[in-house]
T-cell receptor, first 111, second 115 residues
Framework: QKEVEQDPGPLSVPEGAIVSLNCTYSNSAFQYFMWYRQYSRKGPELLMYTYSSGNKEDGRFTAQVDKSSKYISLFIRDSQPSDSATYLCAMVTGSNYKLTFGKGTLLTVNP | DAGVIQSPRHEVTEMGQEVTLRCKPISGHNSLFWYRQTMMRGLELLIYFNNNVPIDDSGMPEDRFSAKMPNASFSTLKIQPSEPRDSAVYFC?????????????FGSGTQLSVL
């Protein structure tokens, strides 16, 4: 079993839709959870970063962590064409440099 | 700040040739990472430097790969000799730890094609 599993998609939604992106993981030692957004021909950029379980909101984006189920989600409200990108989850154990990335989900938001 | 700067953006070379990829990290960041991204394997960590010292090179595929960081503002990743299976996007990232966790800032990558 891979440490981090992420559905590669592609996911195509109309503008204004609510988008749900998900990752599952197997290593219970992961403590920090991140979402990176990667536009075509660009490097990943950190979108959100959470520690432990619960929700974190930043504008139209909400990151959710359920440690008991080893499941993390990123919700995008009122999705925009500019949200079209690949979204990668990443996680790491405490005080560690080695992020474990999912392979990414390709999202297209159609105007 | 200009962010992490990588060069070249694209590199096309023939099998057996030496390839050198370059990276300028964000000023003040004391950690530097080289990653490789492919469709099959996703993002893979190749090597991690802290304060210019290589800390973890366990991800370097084989002896054909080498990386250096002669000072805080410059790093290189060299492949010699290159092979077609090295074709990928190579990313450099720098970071400053935030409460013990590295928040990575990536460059735009070098698209390498080995023919």
């Amino acid at each position: 079993q891979k440490e981090v599993e992420q559905d590669p998609g592609p996911l195509s939604v109309p503008e204004g839709a609510i988008v749900s992106l998900n990752c599952t993981y197997s290593n219970s030692a992961f403590q920090y959870f991140m979402w990176y957004r990667q536009y075509s021909r660009k490097g990943p950029e950190l979108l959100m970063y959470t520690y432990s379980s619960g929700n974190k909101e930043d504008g139209r984006f909400t990151a959710q962590v359920d440690k008991s189920s080893k499941y993390i989600s990123l919700f995008i409200r009122d999705s925009q064409p500019s949200d079209s990108a690949t979204y990668l989850c990443a996680m790491v154990t405490g005080s560690n440099y080695k992020l474990t990335f999912g392979k990414g989900t390709l999202l297209t938001v159609n105007p | 700040d200009a962010g992490v700067i990588q060069s070249p953006r694209h590199e096309v070379t023939e099998m057996g040739q030496e390839v050198t990829l370059r990276c300028k990290p964000i000023s003040g960041h004391n950690s530097l990472f080289w990653y490789r991204q492919t469709m099959m394997r996703g993002l893979e960590l190749l090597i991690y430097f802290n304060n210019n010292v290589p800390i973890d090179d366990s991800g370097m595929p084989e002896d054909r790969f080498s990386a250096k960081m002669p000072n805080a503002s410059f790093s290189t990743l060299k492949i010699q000799p290159s092979e077609p299976r090295d074709s990928a996007v190579y990313f450099c990232a720098s970071s400053l730890p935030d409460r013990g966790v590295e928040k990575l800032f990536f460059g735009s990558g070098t698209q390498l094609s080995v023919l």
